[in-house]
Structures are given as structure tokens and as C-alpha cells.
């Protein structure tokens, strides 16, 4: 197989993370293991302010798993509109604020198209300082599976 073209090679089965993969370093190839790269996450920092909407299908958040919130001018609600589960099975997503927020500052994490957070329709809300969440979808639905407060 070593003569293939990677599009032409055949999809891998569920990974288990311990399988050895192929990594192009600085021009050199080594030898990574699934497990390594899913624990190396760069976090999205995101600067938002009151009436703002972004969504998180959007093309530009991919890959984005660790979003820092960092809030910008005056008091007022922003939403965050979740990937659609059913295009992200087992993705996770962590949501962290930073020191700029308050009680009249408010991002509000909104499921779309049907989807639901925790059985919810409705938004999860983060409106403290260093406030988290941790989210995950097994395609069909978000589940909350962490807070911090």
C-alpha cells in the first residue's frame, strides 16, 4: 500500500488511541499515537459583546474544543449557537469565561434545529466570572457532562 495516494487508501475502523500513526515534524516523519493528538487541544478565544450571534457550524470552529469567552463592552446577552449534533458524534466542546463577566453580561449556548442540551431546548447560560461547562454529543442530542462555577 505504500504506493497509494492517501485519498485511495481504505477508512480506518473505530480507533482505540493506542494505534501508531504516521507524523510529518519539521520536514522529518515519526511515529504518534491517536491518544497523543487527542489530548493536544488549542483553545478558540472568542471576544464577545452584547446582540453578537455566532455559530459554531460554521466552518471557521471545525475543530474548535476549548473556547475561551472573553467579553468586550457594555451589559447585554450574546448567543452561541451549538453544532448540530447529528454532524459531530462524540465531539466534545469546553466553554471557559474570563474575568470580564457579570450578572448583566450573558452568553446564552443555544441548541439548533431541534437539538437539545441536557433534554433542553432552551439555553445554558454563563453570565460569571471563570465560570465552565463541558458539552458532548452522541449525535442525537448535547449532554452536559461538567460545570464549573
Do not use: C
Amino acid at each position: 500500500m505504500g504506493n497509494l495516494k492517501i485519498s485511495a487508501l481504505p477508512v480506518a475502523t473505530a480507533l482505540q488511541g493506542e494505534e501508531n500513526i504516521v507524523v510529518v515534524q519539521g520536514g522529518v516523519t515519526t511515529k504518534s499515537t491517536v491518544q497523543n493528538i487527542l489530548n493536544y487541544v488549542v483553545p478558540t478565544t472568542l471576544t464577545v459583546s452584547s446582540g453578537q450571534t455566532i455559530n459554531l457550524q460554521d466552518a471557521i470552529y471545525e475543530s474548535s474544543e476549548l473556547i475561551r469567552l472573553t467579553w468586550n463592552g457594555v451589559n447585554g446577552t450574546m448567543i452561541i449557537n451549538l453544532p448540530e449534533a447529528s454532524q459531530h458524534p462524540n465531539r466534545i466542546m469546553r466553554f471557559l469565561s474570563n474575568g470580564g463577566f457579570a450578572a448583566a453580561t450573558r452568553v446564552e449556548l443555544t441548541p439548533i434545529n431541534g437539538n437539545t442540551l441536557d433534554g433542553s431546548s432552551s439555553p445554558y447560560v454563563i453570565n460569571k466570572t471563570y465560570e465552565g461547562i463541558q458539552i458532548w454529543t452522541d449525535g442525537v442530542e448535547w449532554f452536559i457532562i461538567q460545570k464549573k462555577a
